[in-house]
C-alpha cells in the first residue's frame, strides 16, 4: 500500500490506530514520522506523556522519564513500560533532575499548560548543557483550514467563521496559539536558544483530523467514562489497514502545505551561565 506523501507510516498507524481514536491517530503518527529525522539521545523527558504510547513507538529501548498532571494518564504510562520514571505532576512546579535530560519531547503538550513561561523554565533546567528540546506546538491559525471554517470563509461569513475557529480552539484547551516568531520568542524567553522552528504537519492532517472526528467521538466518550479511548483494541486491529486505506484517501484529497503545526527545536547552551 503506497504511503501518504510519506507523511503517516502505515506501520505506525497500525500501532496507533487500535488504542486511539482514527483522527487523533492521524495527528500522532504525522508527528512521529517528524520526530524520526531526528537524533533523540536518551535520556529523555516527555513531557504531557499521556497514556504512553507515543513513547513506547518513539523511543524503544531508550531511557524515558514522563510527566503528566493527569494522575489516570499516568497509571496507563506506568502500564506502558515506556518509561523509566513516570512523574504525577504539574511541569511548572516539578522539581526534576537538574542538567540530567539529552533530550526534551513536548507532544502538544505545552499549548493546554496556562503558565507557560514556566512550564519553558523546567524544561531548561532540566536539560544538560547543549541537550536539545523538541516542542510540537500548534500554529495559531490551524483551524482556519479545516473545511468547516474555510467554508464559511468562502461564504463572505467571516464572524461566523472566526466564531467556529475560536470555539474549536476553546473546546482543544488551547491557552497559547502563536505563529512561529511568537513561539521562537517565548522559548527565548526561558533562557534556551531556538535552533529552529519548522512548520510541520499538512493542511491534508486537518482535513482528516476534522472528516474523522464524529466517528471519532465514541473513543472521546469512552476515554471519559473508563480512561481509555478504546476497549478492544483486538478487534480494531482488524480495521486497521482499510482505516489507513480511507485515511491515505483524505490525505492525498488535500493540501499538503505545513499549516497545522510547528516544531520547535531548542538547545540550553553550552556556557557556563546557562
Not at 59 to 82: H, P
Not at 168 to 174: E, K, R, W
Not at 183 to 202: A, I, Y
Request: hydrophobic share 45%; glycine share 6%; net charge negative.
Amino acid at each position: 500500500m503506497a504511503e501518504p506523501r510519506a507523511e503517516i507510516s502505515l506501520a505506525d498507524f497500525l500501532q496507533y490506530f487500535p488504542h486511539t481514536p482514527a483522527a487523533l491517530a492521524v495527528k500522532e503518527c504525522a508527528r512521529l514520522t517528524e520526530l524520526r529525522k531526528y537524533d533523540c539521545p536518551s535520556p529523555i523527558l516527555d513531557v504531557g506523556c499521556g497514556d504512553g504510547l507515543f513513547a513506547s513507538i518513539a523511543f524503544s529501548g531508550a531511557e524515558v522519564w514522563g510527566i503528566d498532571i493527569d494522575a489516570k494518564e499516568g497509571r496507563w504510562a506506568a502500564k506502558s513500560q515506556a518509561y523509566a520514571q513516570i512523574i504525577l505532576g504539574d511541569v511548572t512546579q516539578a522539581h526534576l533532575p537538574e542538567r540530567f535530560f539529552a533530550t526534551c519531547v513536548a507532544n502538544c503538550s505545552l499549548e493546554h499548560v496556562p503558565r507557560i513561561d514556566l512550564a519553558l523554565k523546567t524544561i531548561h533546567s532540566a536539560l544538560r548543557p547543549g541537550g536539545q528540546a523538541y516542542l510540537f506546538v500548534p500554529n495559531r491559525d490551524w483551524a482556519k483550514h479545516m473545511v468547516s471554517v474555510s467554508t464559511l470563509s468562502r461564504l463572505g461569513l467571516p464572524t461566523l467563521a472566526k466564531a467556529l475557529e475560536d470555539a474549536i480552539n476553546h473546546l482543544f484547551i488551547h491557552h497559547h496559539l502563536y505563529d512561529a516568531e511568537g513561539w521562537s520568542d517565548l522559548v527565548k524567553d526561558s533562557g534556551m536558544e531556538v535552533v529552529t522552528v519548522r512548520p510541520v504537519l499538512s493542511t491534508a492532517t486537518t482535513v482528516a483530523f476534522e472528516s474523522l472526528l464524529i466517528p471519532s467521538l465514541l473513543g472521546w466518550a469512552n476515554k471519559h467514562l473508563t480512561t481509555r479511548w478504546t476497549n478492544f483494541p483486538g478487534a480494531r486491529r482488524i480495521l486497521g489497514y482499510p482505516a489507513f486505506a480511507l485515511v491515505q484517501a483524505l490525505l492525498e484529497a488535500a493540501d499538503g502545505a505545513p499549516s497545522a503545526e510547528y516544531l520547535v527545536v531548542a538547545r540550553r547552551p553550552l556556557t557556563a551561565e546557562s
